[in-house]
């Protein structure tokens, strides 16, 4: 495990052992094992972040379960609909 929990004054640190670069300064303990927890995930590829501003399902490595993709298709058809019916002056 290449990064460390270190007691600071007034909160802890957490370090990068291998490069000694410092990932957050006097935080709570409770913080800065999480921060360990998604540095370690991000370095092993089980944990892939998003793309800011993209929000859940960002990563292209996620594929859509079956329930999503039946969501995706029923919401276009009815865009579909919508469409045509406005198309046809029947919808306003």
């Known amino acids: 495990m290449p990064y460390a929990i270190v007691p600071v004054k007034g909160g802890f ?11 957050s300064k006097k935080t ?5 094992m ?4 998604l540095l370690e995930g991000i370095e092993h590829g089980t944990l892939v972040p998003r793309e ?6 960002a990563s292209p490595s996620i ?6 993709t039946e969501m995706l ?9 919508a469409v045509n019916m406005v198309a046809k002056g029947l919808y306003l």
């Open 34 to 37: 999480a921060q360990m927890r």
């Open 13 to 23: 640190s957490l370090i990068n052992t291998a490069t000694k670069e410092v990932h």
């Open 73 to 81: 298709e029923m919401l276009e058809r009815r865009a579909e609909n």
């Open 52 to 57: 800011k501003g993209k929000g859940i399902g």
């Open 28 to 32: 709570t303990k409770k913080k800065a």
């Open 63 to 68: 594929p859509p379960s079956d329930k999503q």
